[in-house]
């Protein structure tokens, strides 16, 4: 088998090697200094010279994390983006342990940090990293119980994910739906770029194993069962699947079934690819009065239905650098002046749909300089809100089943989210 790494080293920020793990005896702590010695001494920083370097025939692949870099070494051709992914998840049940990972924290853990290394990876190649299950028998001095501990099950049946033994007194489910509104609108007021990010998330809180099928509207679904699709099926694209989903399963007939893990995991994530309406649309007039004050007319609009209501709306406009002592007034809301980030921060903590609100903001501008000097700034109109109860794509929850051998009752929970992700209006 070929792929796999031939060391684990964590070395402090100088490149000095903490702790060492060689997994195939094939490459030492002194190569790994001395490479990582070589990235120290050019001129730019470590982590511009990209997450893999090559030397000697071996392939490093390291990350930074506070004061303590990770990193592996292999002299195959292994897969540098899961070895990656793979450190990440170290770094992850090491503060699940530790609280935080540093220099500090390493050396005061030496035992433990060997214990979790060798579980988390055999003869070089990942194993589990998850937390709640490493933590069932490998504990720390504080928690360490004196009988032998057995391996959970979770790591010696086919659900890894999730251990065996579970009880809750009331079995509930919570689902949120999250899509996050991506927008990029040019000076004409065209739409450059525009898609949805989503995500469904859940917290489960269940006795046993239990068995969950989720039905969503997807189109390809609910024309294999036959039934109508006008008016409220979706395409999603780019599904990523949590491990626990039985992809055979959803690749035969488009069913999510799944054991879900304790706790809280994303299921899914998709991208909507449609062009996408602006949810709130700004629109913004600059007037400048003799290089010594400048006055900004702004109007938002909601474009979204009157049931609706956006939350937490935070418009970012942007201003000049010099600007100060700056008047402002608003309809609705509240506007201050940011300094730090040389703009005006308005905040409307609910914004109905199909409303519009005004501001008008007069600002000095102590500066002098030519008018050949002027350059008008290019930053956008930022915009941040929050929309309960509301999908862009319009994606429903048609049922969500639980089955478990107990034959217990549940309570599921559906919520749905829309925020703003990268939306940025170039108005001004």
């Avoid at 006055?295 to 938002?300: N, S």
């Avoid at 309960?388 to 994606?395: D, K």
Wanted: charged share 25%; net charge neutral; with cysteine.
């Amino acid at each position: 088998m070929a792929g796999a790494a031939s060391a684990l080293f964590i070395l402090d920020i100088k490149g000095r090697c903490l702790i060492s793990r060689n997994y195939r005896g094939d490459v030492t702590c002194v190569q790994a200094e001395r490479f990582f010695t070589k990235l120290l001494e050019k001129e730019c920083d470590v982590e511009s010279q990209g997450p893999v370097g090559y030397d000697n025939g071996v392939t490093y692949m390291f990350i930074q994390h506070n004061n303590v870099y990770l990193m592996t070494a292999s002299r195959q051709n292994c897969n540098a983006a899961s070895l990656i992914l793979f450190l990440h998840h170290v770094v992850d049940v090491f503060r699940c342990y530790f609280e935080e990972l540093e220099e500090e924290s390493i050396r005061d853990n030496f035992v433990v940090v060997y214990e979790l290394l060798d579980e988390m990876m055999d003869f070089g190649y990942p194993q589990y990293t998850d937390a709640n299950i490493l933590s069932e028998f490998i504990k720390t001095d504080a928690y360490r119980m004196e009988v032998t501990q057995r391996p959970p099950m979770a790591l010696t049946n086919a659900v890894s994910w999730r251990s065996e033994g579970i009880f809750y007194s009331s079995n509930e489910v919570f689902l949120d739906v999250v899509e996050s509104v991506n927008i990029l609108v040019n000076s004409n007021g065209q739409i450059i770029r525009s898609d949805v990010i989503g995500a469904i998330k859940m917290r489960t809180y269940l006795s046993g194993m239990p068995e969950c099928k989720l039905g969503l509207n997807d189109r390809v679904l609910l024309e294999a069962q036959g039934g109508t699709t006008k008016g409220k099926a979706i395409d999603l694209d780019d599904i990523k699947f949590h491990q626990c989903v039985r992809l055979a399963r959803f690749d035969s007939d488009r069913t999510i079934s799944f054991i879900p893990p304790d706790g809280s995991f994303d299921l899914m994530t998709y991208r909507i690819s449609t062009q996408v309406k602006p949810l709130i649309w700004v629109e913004a007039q600059v007037v400048r009065h003799a290089r010594s004050r400048v006055e900004i007319m702004v109007k938002a609009r909601s474009q979204f239905k009157e049931r609706s209501s956006a939350n937490h709306v935070e418009i970012e406009l942007p201003v000049p650098c010099d600007a100060s002592n700056p008047n402002v007034r608003t309809s609705m809301g509240r506007a201050k002046y940011a300094p730090e980030k040389d703009a005006l921060l308005w905040k409307i903590r609910s914004f109905p749909g199909n409303k519009e609100y005004m501001l008008a903001a007069e600002l000095r501008l102590p500066s002098v300089t030519s008018e050949e000097a002027v350059s008008d700034r290019k930053a956008p109109i930022r915009v941040k809100f929050e929309i309960p109860y509301f999908t862009v794509s319009g994606i429903q929850v048609r049922f969500l089943k639980i089955i478990e051998k107990s034959g217990y009752q549940t309570l599921p929970w559906v919520r749905y989210l829309t925020v703003a992700g990268d939306y940025e209006l170039r108005l001004i």
